[in-house]
């Protein structure tokens, strides 16, 4: 009888918290490129109604506050990489809501190898003039418009 109540009590724990999380699409409505470093934080916006209780708590459209961080693309062929990452959106009553998500990251084209192998081999063959080859840039980096990301929020402070 006690094993059966303490299984009864475990599922019981289980289910509640398997109930205190519910999940927010994010939808990034912005390309999110590292050439803009001035971008708003606000380019993204929930992309589904989410429901708690049979009753909307996050509308759709509802602007979603990301971390964007930018590593700016540099010489000898280093490409450019931009990480985004939602942290936070309000519901329809206008409280904040901290979203847990992992970060999204795109990296631009590597030119390492371009850059390294003509600026040495036209560095032997024309000195001064070879060396330039070495201020080659890498690839631009950029999170789509459209790109889908999953996030959660934690709705146990609600009851």
Not at 34 to 60: F, H, M, N, Q, W
Not at 79 to 90: D, I, K, Q
Not at 106 to 112: E, F, I, M, S
Not at 129 to 145: D, M, Y
Request: with cysteine; glycine share 10%.
């Amino acid at each position: 009888m006690g094993l059966f109540l303490t299984a009864l009590m475990a599922f019981g724990s289980f289910h509640a918290n398997a109930q205190s999380t519910l999940a927010v699409g994010v939808l990034v409505v912005d390309d999110i490129d590292d050439s803009d470093p001035d971008l708003l934080t606000e380019s993204a916006v929930v992309s589904d109604d989410v429901y708690y209780d049979g009753k909307i708590l996050i509308a759709a459209g509802t602007p979603v506050i990301m971390d964007i961080q930018y590593q700016h693309r540099r010489g000898l062929g280093v490409p450019a990489s931009v990480t985004a990452r939602p942290v936070s959106t309000t519901d329809i009553y206008g409280q904040l809501w901290p979203l847990n998500a992992d970060s999204r990251t795109a990296t631009g084209k590597n030119r390492r190898g371009a850059a390294i192998g003509c600026g040495v081999f036209f560095g032997i063959v024309a000195c001064p003039v070879g060396l330039l080859f070495l201020c080659i840039k890498g690839g631009n980096a950029e999170i789509e418009e459209g790109t889908q990301m999953v996030a959660t929020i934690n709705v146990q402070k609600i009851k």
